[in-house]
Every structure is written in structure tokens, then in C-alpha cells.
């Protein structure tokens, strides 16, 4: 798992530093402007833009530091008398001391036409929280049409660092010397693709930053013994498939079966049941006589048409129209279970506003599911999990638009059955299935995929 940091989160582990640990803040700025000078190519010329805060403390250093390795260095603000506070005031004595100056300019676009080398951005970073304004939106415009390299401090300007998306008028740096660790604007989209090459600076803090997010990284899944057989990975029951939608339960059957389930049994209507046993022989098929097989060890329930869920206390994965209006919030009660809703199931189900961007998803999923026993995953572009008793949200950073596509969902829900049975905690099953369902989107980008195509490279990326 990768943290990704809000600026609270941030401030409160540069707090324990300085208060509880006894570190001067100025040695933290210090260390932050040292390592972000080292991504710097040698010898070339340095613009510094400098705001009024610390992130404007931080550009100061870096130019000081820069100058002292005999580089060519100029610094410039949008605000025609700067008033830095802190050890921003402190930067700024020192880079005076040096004989430095900082220019401005009513016509930042004009001033830039002479510039050559990087430049350094400094103008606004933790603190930020809404759109930027006046003088700074002026140069920011002007940056960014310049074509010039840009190396952002700590996160490019304009951006807010707690969040997803992209407030106004933002820096588009190449690189970014992000401080002590990763913020959430580093690890989401829209706003990564702002940041270029990002680069974490270790701070010297006594103890590792907490977090609320979690980025996935690939899962690691327990090893296979030398003397295993089908009974040892679990036993999979799909409750899927009506006339019409049979394909969602091959689907489904497909998920579990490719993530290593042992033995999966489909339930189905009658009438597709030899459509469905025909597809996947893989799987036993079988019509709903409204009993689940002997020794299940997870039930999924829903693809294809699928409204009413079994009588059943063991683990359960709910998809697609099993996910009845209003009944969320009595999933999430539910220990071992999880649910699977796309955007507008999710509303539907928690009868909230449909989220259309990614920060609402995240402030919903935050609200309904933390510290409830159920899981959630919330599907679509960096699907969002949470629940399982957990505090912390967990984002899927694989996959791309081109699994937009039906089948998709009863695909990932197999999956995440095909995982629980085998033994791994829901949460866990759940994050490996949306980590193991983009990255095999990831093998094969653009549009036109389909589900069995995602299917038939899961083997060689569970092996990977």
C-alpha cells in the first residue's frame, strides 16, 4: 500500500517532529530544498518563483543553495512587496544576505520570453484550498504557455493537496519534489497528470505519516502447497443468469474460476442453464431449485438479472441487480459480505446524489461505509473500497477507460469470489480482484476489449 497524505495528515506529522521529536522546522525545509535542488540538472539556469508562504520559504532555499553551487540564479514573485512570515522570512533574510533580490513583473509572459534553464515553483503548495486568484492566476497562465521544464515544490501550484481534482488554474510541471511523503493530489487522477515525474524527498520525521487513503499496490497472494487439490481453494456459488443476461453469469464463473477458485458452482434458470454449461464446462451448472449446494464457501448473487439473495450466513459478494434500492447501508452491516455498485447503482442504494467526481466518491464511500463490517467497492476510474471494519479508504490505481464495456462487473465479481474462497479476508479479496482486473485492462489499452479477453490474461498475472 502507497499512503497518500491530506494536508492535515501532513501537518500533523511535520507537528510530532518539531514538538514531539525536537527537530527545528528550518532543518526540515532545509532538507526538503536540498533534495529538491539534486533533481535539477547541473549548470543550468534557475528561475525561482516564490510565493508568500512556505512553500515560498522552500523556493527561497532552493535558490540560496542553487547560488551557493554557482548557479545562475533569479527569483520572482506575482506580489510586487512579499510580507513572509516564519522561517519563509528567515529563507528570505538569508537569500538577501547572499545579495539576492526578488523581481516581479506586470507582464509575466513578456519576462519569460528571455528566461532559459528550469524553473522552480514555489508559489503556493500545502496550504492551498481553493482556486487561485489575482496577480498568481496571471503567472501561472503565463508558465504554463511558456513551454519552459518546471520543477513543482511539494505539488504544483494551484493544486489542492487533499484532493483529486483540479480547482482552477494549475502549474503543469515536469517534475515534483514532493515533501516527506505522498499527498493525495499525487496519487489521483485528474490532478496526478499535473505533477510529471514525482519524486518524494525523505524528511527527517521521527515516525512514518498516517493516513485515511491507501493506494493499492500489487497484492501478494499466499503460495500454493506442493500437495494441493481442488478442495483446498475454496468452493464458489454463483446465484446468476436469467433469459436474455446469460452471459453475466459465464462471466461471473469465468472471474472465479481464472483467480484459482477450486470448484464453482452456477445456479441459473432453467432455461439457460445448457446456454450457460455450454460456455463454461469449466464450472458445474446447475437450475435454481432454491437450495445452494453442500459446502459452499462464498455465494455471489446478482449477475444477469438476479434480484433476490438466498437465505445464507456465510461470506457473500452482491452485484449488479441484486443491489436494491435503499439497502446499503443494510449490506455494510452485514460482516462478510460485499457489495459491488457502479456510480449510479451506489446512489441508488445509499439514496444519495449520484458522485460525479472523484472527491464526492470518496467523501461518500468515506460516509457510508468506514468502520462498518461490510465492504464496499465502489467501481469505476479508480475504484474506491472501504468497510471491512477498516478506517481507511483503499484506491485501484490500474485499468483505463476501455473496460467500459458490459460484463465488465460480473467479471470483477467473480473475481472478488473467486479470492474469498480461496481464504483471503474480503477486504483483501476485493483489493485483489479491482488490482488484478485493471492490470490485465493494462495489458491490452484502447477501447474494443471484452470481458473474456481480460479473463484469459489473468493466469499469467497471477503467476507474475
Known sequence: MISLLTADEMRAAERQAIEGWGIPSLILQEHAAMGALALLPPGEPVHVLAGPGNNGGDALAVARLARLQGCEV??????????????????????????????????????????????????????????????????????????????????????????????????????????GALKVCHGLLPARECCGVISVIPLPLDQAPKAGMQLLERPVLPPRAWNAHKGSFGHVAIRAGSLGMSGAAVLAALGALRVGAGLVTVLTEPEVRAEVAGQVPEAMVRSWSGSLPEEVDVLLVGPGGISQ????????????????????RRWMERPGTAITPHPGEFARLFRLSRPLLMDERLAQARQVAVGKPGVLILKGAQSVIAGGAGGDLWINPTGHPGMATGGSGDLLAGMVAGFRAQGLPMREAAAAAAWFHGAAADRLPGAGLLPRDLAGLLPELLRG
Request: with cysteine.
Open 74 to 179: 533569479a527569483v520572482w514573485s506575482p506580489f510586487a512587496q512579499p510580507e513572509w512570515r516564519g522561517d519563509a522570512a528567515i529563507q528570505a533574510r538569508l537569500w538577501k544576505g547572499l545579495g539576492g533580490e526578488v523581481q516581479t513583473a506586470q507582464e509575466p509572459s513578456e519576462v519569460m520570453r528571455t528566461w532559459r534553464g528550469w524553473v522552480v515553483d514555489g508559489l503556493f503548495g500545502l496550504g492551498t484550498t481553493r482556486p487561485l486568484e489575482g496577480p498568481a492566476v496571471t503567472w501561472v497562465k503565463a508558465l504554463n504557455a511558456s513551454g519552459l521544464p518546471v520543477m513543482a515544490l511539494d505539488l504544483p501550484s494551484g493544486l489542492d493537496p487533499s484532493a483529486a481534482e483540479i480547482p482552477g488554474e494549475v502549474v503543469q510541471a515536469r517534475l515534483t519534489a514532493c515533501f
Open 309 to 328: 439473495v438466498p437465505d445464507w450466513d456465510g461470506p457473500l459478494v452482491v452485484d449488479a441487480s441484486a443491489l436494491k434500492e435503499g439497502e446499503g
